[in-house]
């Protein structure tokens, strides 16, 4: 129980340590987010000709298996050694990682993105299920207290592209990476913190059965610490193997085909088992609610490689680097998330509020505008073959208000709608959605290159065209802007397509909640 005392602003107190924790977290994870395409493209592979694909698919291998790992991290956690503990061996991980890509060889490259992936398993789910411990079952504050957590991340996330990118771009690129790691080191402190002032009560902790116990001679929880730190090469390897071969997608295949085999067992044992039909059907609720954040995460992610090479090749800036406006959409973030949040409880307490699936259709439906905003400026261009500045800062205010209908309020829904004995295990699939729409982003974001042209005509692309009013391409500059523009195009059509599909689907899915909103 929360007790008054441990209230702060309303809420319980742990919740602003998780805030401020995971906000150092996001800026340095964003920090390298802002650098890494645009320093694969410009150093690490600027001698070969298709360095732009390989950066775009080495973009999406990395973010793929960051949003995988968390999977084996949450069930690690929700079985063995507790939030806490993960959450600690996780940052540590990350820091490592981020300092590691300081280092200009392959080694320190590849190993610095294996110790990132494996760190964010350890931490990325565990820290928002343990937000989720800090309110009770229908506490109508969750929706409120996730936004705000949600800030946090945000916060991070718009402060460190514009630091790191000056770095980086300014002083050099191991600068801006190491930076990123100093960023993490912070956020494990302010974690530690809140565990010394018992913010958090007994959220968290070790489960009883498992303290003290041994594997091959030693404790659960370092045998475990040892098996994420032998992954590390593993995961490294896989990028490069994946830049030669593509064989991730295979790998991706198994491992989807494998949850949805056991998440469908799981709802077999909750339905026909133990007779809790309500708590199978809130798992396929989640289900179908991944399929559709994949959706609008494939189309989001385009922030971190394509839209950043096209504000670095089509944009006249003003102001600031290609790099640095990643710190747009966080920007946009943190000035929007309180008022956001006061909205959700505002609508909640006259009875107004939207239920889950209509926000995820409404912020789709948002998505799919931001993009035509980018495909308009075809409209536009100027005589350097470039476009204004004001129609990123547009486009991305309207894929942000869509996030905000989507992503806090999905994983608030999460820590909701599954049963607490697999909450951490349940948010890892959530975040498993990131995987493959990582994965799918690279797919998208190649289809931007020269390389990858498309001649051939279809309905959609004409229709893209059509909304850029059929230009005519009179030099390379111009060319290379269409080529973007009318991806985005397309992206923004079929998005709204989608989000009008969730609304006719949204009964059938508030069904499946069994009374949550």
């Not at 402060?159 to 956020?187: D, N, T």
């Not at 789709?364 to 035509?372: A, E, K, T, V, Y």
């Not at 697999?422 to 190649?446: D, E, P, R």
Request: hydrophobic share 50%; glycine share 10%.
């Amino acid at each position: 129980m929360t007790t008054q005392n441990n209230q702060l602003f309303g809420h319980p107190k742990g919740l602003f340590y998780l805030f401020f924790a995971e906000m150092w977290e996001r800026f340095s994870f964003y920090g390298m987010r802002a650098l890494l395409t645009l320093y694969l493209i410009k150093d690490y592979y600027s001698h070969l000709e298709n360095n732009e694909e390989i950066a775009y698919g080495i973009y999406a291998a990395y973010g793929a298996l960051v949003y995988l790992t968390p999977l084996i991290g949450g069930y690690v956690a929700d079985k063995y050694i507790g939030y806490r503990k993960s959450i600690m061996y996780g940052g540590i991980l990350m820091a490592l990682g981020h300092f590691f890509m300081a280092f200009p060889t392959d080694f320190f490259f590849y190993g610095a993105l294996g110790l990132l992936i494996m760190g964010n398993g350890f931490f990325k789910p565990n820290i928002s299920t343990l937000v989720g411990s800090l309110y009770n079952e229908g506490d109508v504050r969750r929706d409120a207290g996730f936004t705000i957590f949600y800030m946090g991340i945000n916060l991070g996330a718009m402060i460190a592209p514009l630091f790191c990118g000056w770095l980086g771009e300014v002083y050099g690129w191991h600068y801006g990476f190491g930076a990123a790691g100093i960023g993490m080191l912070a956020g494990i402190l302010v974690f530690y913190k809140g565990i010394t002032d018992n913010v958090l009560g007994d959220k968290g902790l070790q489960p009883a059965e498992y303290i003290g116990k041994k594997v091959a001679g030693i404790s659960i929880t370092n045998f475990i610490y040892t098996l994420g730190f032998l992954a590390v090469p593993i995961f490294g390897y896989l990028i490069i193997l994946d830049t030669q071969t593509e064989i991730l997608g295979n790998v991706l295949s198994i491992v989807g085909a494998a949850v949805l085999l056991y998440v469908a067992y799981i709802v077999y044992d909750f339905k026909v088992t133990q007779k809790d039909h309500q708590s199978g059907d809130r798992l396929i609720a989640i289900m179908i609610l991944a399929v559709f954040c994949t959706i609008f995460w494939a189309c989001f992610e385009q922030a971190g490689s394509s839209i950043t090479v096209w504000v670095d090749k089509c944009v006249n800036l003003v102001g600031m680097n290609a790099s640095q406006t990643n710190a747009i959409n966080p920007f946009y973030i943190v000035l929007l998330a309180i008022p956001f949040s006061w909205m959700w409880t505002k609508l909640g307490a006259m009875n107004r509020n939207p239920n889950t699936p209509m926000k995820f259709a409404l912020g789709i439906f948002q998505l799919g505008l931001g993009f035509l905003i980018f495909a308009a400026t075809a409209h536009f261009i100027g005589e350097n073959g470039k476009v204004p500045f004001l129609f990123v800062f547009l486009g991305y205010f309207l894929i942000t208000t869509g996030e905000l209908f989507l992503s806090p309020i999905g994983l608030a829904k999460v820590t909701e709608l599954a049963p607490k004995k697999i909450a951490a295990f349940m948010m890892g699939v959530w975040f498993l959605s990131s995987t493959f729409a990582h994965y799918i982003s690279g797919v998208i974001a190649k289809l931007t290159t020269s390389d990858n042209q498309n001649k051939d005509t279809n309905w959609l692309a004409d229709l893209g065209n059509w909304f850029m009013g059929n230009p005519d391409p009179t030099n390379e500059a111009i060319a290379t802007l269409l080529q973007y523009n009318s991806i985005y195009a397309q992206i923004g059509f079929v998005t709204i397509f989608i989000a009008l599909f969730v609304v006719i689907i949204s009964p059938f899915i508030k069904k499946l909640m069994h009374g949550i909103h």
